[in-house]
């Protein structure tokens, strides 16, 4: 059973983030929040703001270990993915984020019928990579490569080799 002291050492809230663990943190007056100062290049926040302490070691301190600067640099990117499509609706007070631009579900879809236009466009920029990579023009009968064509467009059906030399 705990002791009065005891109870009175733990705190209940929302658990530190783990950037801390890189910056001298000091107690501010109000329970909760600290200052930071950075362990690396020594840059102060006179108010920790961990997102603002995740993307300085991601974009800014130059003197950060790169595991570090790597780790940061995925959990800032995780954080902003999807931001630019994305509002605070104002008359919620959460900021509940609403997506500005749904797409619909055929965007998320190829047609397998693809117009003549389409194909000799395609058709194009195959024969265009073949010749300024140097591939043989006898790759486009080769089975994965059709099936790959296949998942990159499914209606398109690549011409034979003797036309491409052609």
Known sequence: MDTPTEQQKKKGGRPQSEVWRHYEKKPLK????FSAKCNYCRTYW?????????????????????????????VVSA???????????????KKRKTQVDQRELTHWFKSTNINSQKKA???????????????????I??????EFLHEMR???EPPTSELLSS
């Open 79 to 93: 954080q902003n993915f999807g931001r630019e499509d994305t509002f605070s609706s104002p008359e919620n007070s």
């Open 30 to 33: 109000s329970a909760g929040h």
């Open 154 to 156: 499914p209606g398109y």
């Open 121 to 139: 466009s395609i058709t194009r920029a195959l024969v265009h990579t073949f010749i300024c990579c140097g591939i043989l023009f006898s790759i």
């Open 141 to 146: 009968e080769n089975p994965f490569f059709i």
């Open 46 to 74: 006179p108010r920790d703001h961990p997102n603002e302490l995740e993307d300085h070691l991601a974009n800014n301190c130059r003197k950060v270990p790169e595991l570090v600067h790597s780790f940061y640099l995925g």
